[in-house]
T-cell receptor, first 116, second 116 residues
Framework: AQTVTQSQPEMSVQEAETVTLSCTYDTSESDYYLFWYKQPPSRQMILVIR??????QNATENRFSVNFQKAAKSFSLKISDSQLGDAAMYFCAYRSLYFGNEKLTFGTGTRLTIIP | GAVVSQHPSWVICKSGTSVKIECRSLDFQATTMFWYRQFPKQSLMLMAT?????????EQGVEKDKFLINHASLTLSTLTVTSAHPEDSSFYIC????????????FGPGTRLTVL
């Protein structure tokens, strides 16, 4: 079974600065997907970024980028130019590539606070 | 695109009654829908996976007879909490993946259930 670990329960960053959230995972599969989801106080889960394990290039979405280290099983999220609206719980998630096993395995989350 | 709705957004019921929560994909066909439960300040726990036209697959430890799931169409899945008790009070979230692209799940806004 796959596991996802987020070792930082809480992080804070000054507005306009850059912050990196850590995520490690354990799997015996060679191909899979990794995700970062954001859950603001409204509790709506919002997809931030997605990475396919078979792609070497790190995914980027505007101010959000990942550092995907497949050999180290590490998948960190970097938020540049932090904004007040980035304050939320951030969950890292793993999904198998194989049909019939589409469920997401979530980490325990990191609460990000933005300091004005 | 890829919008998922849930209804109701919150519900209060008396102990012993049943409550039905609806999850709809508004602008896409969802072959697979997922139901999660989230306790305060915790991560999402997958309860079950439902595929249109077939029986749901429940995670270990989830009572099938208490949490009835029906996925009657490609746009609707329902979760019925039967004979609800105060310990069933929680935040329930559904997600759906598109038939054409099953790798990403899109989440509904959640339903807060309070059982008195």
């Amino acid at each position: 079974a796959q596991t996802v670990t987020q070792s930082q329960p809480e992080m804070s960053v000054q507005e306009a600065e850059t912050v990196t959230l850590s995520c490690t995972y354990d799997t015996s599969e060679s191909d899979y997907y990794l995700f970062w989801y954001k859950q603001p106080p409204s509790r709506q889960m919002i997809l931030v970024i997605r990475q396919e394990a078979y792609k070497q290039q790190n995914a980027t979405e505007n101010r959000f980028s990942v550092n995907f280290q497949k050999a180290a099983k590490s998948f960190s999220l970097k938020i540049s130019d932090s904004q007040l609206g980035d304050a939320a719980m951030y969950f890292c998630a793993y999904r198998s590539l194989y049909f019939g096993n589409e469920k997401l395995t979530f980490g325990t989350g990191t609460r990000l606070t933005i300091i004005p | 695109g890829a919008v998922v709705s849930q209804h109701p957004s919150w519900v209060i019921c008396k102990s012993g009654t049943s409550v039905k929560i609806e999850c709809r994909s508004l602008d896409f066909q969802a072959t697979t829908m997922f139901w999660y439960r989230q306790f305060p300040k915790q991560s999402l726990m997958l309860m079950a996976t439902s595929n249109e036209g077939s029986k749901a697959t429940y995670e270990q430890g989830v009572e099938k007879d208490k949490f009835l799931i029906n996925h009657a169409s490609l746009t609707l899945s329902t979760l019925t909490v039967t004979s609800a008790h105060p310990e069933d009070s929680s935040f329930y979230i559904c997600s759906a993946s598109q038939a054409e692209a099953t790798d990403t799940q899109y989440f509904g806004p959640g339903t807060r259930l309070t059982v008195l």
